[in-house]
Nanobody, 119 residues
Framework: QVQLQESGPGLVKPSQTLSLTCTVS????????WNWIRQPPGKGLERIGS???????YYSPSLESRTSITRDTSKNQVTLQLSSVTPEDTRVYYC?????????????WGQGTKVAVAS
């Protein structure tokens, strides 16, 4: 059974760096792709960026200068860092893991982390 767990603070102060971690667990898992997505209140989803199993990254152009996505393959874990946050970064943040579980493709989303940027 695949389980996906997000972790990170629910409140970040302006100008600080937001850091969120996502871990996927389960036997015989191969993670091929991680995505980070966010959603402002009452609006649609916004892609932040991605990292492949080989470590290639993609960042949304509008967030690229402030975004870093890294992964730890030994832990099946990915970390999002978003620097110099402002109240405009108040969103629900989701991670999405895609890969194979016991040879079967999977695509799981985390439960979402509600992050508020406020002093």
């Amino acid at each position: 059974q695949v389980q996906l767990q997000e972790s990170g603070p629910g409140l970040v102060k302006p100008s600080q760096t937001l850091s969120l971690t996502c871990t996927v667990s389960g036997d015989s898992i191969t993670v091929n792709w991680w995505n980070w997505i966010r959603q402002p209140p009452g609006k649609g989803l916004e892609r932040i960026g991605s990292i492949t199993g080989s470590g290639r990254t993609y960042y949304s152009p509008s967030l690229e200068s402030r975004t870093s996505i890294t992964r730890d393959t030994s832990k099946n874990q990915v970390t999002l860092q978003l620097s110099s946050v402002t109240p405009e970064d108040t969103r629900v943040y989701y991670c999405d893991s895609r890969g194979e579980y016991t040879g079967t493709p999977y695509d799981y989303w985390g439960q979402g982390t509600k992050v508020a940027v406020a002093s």
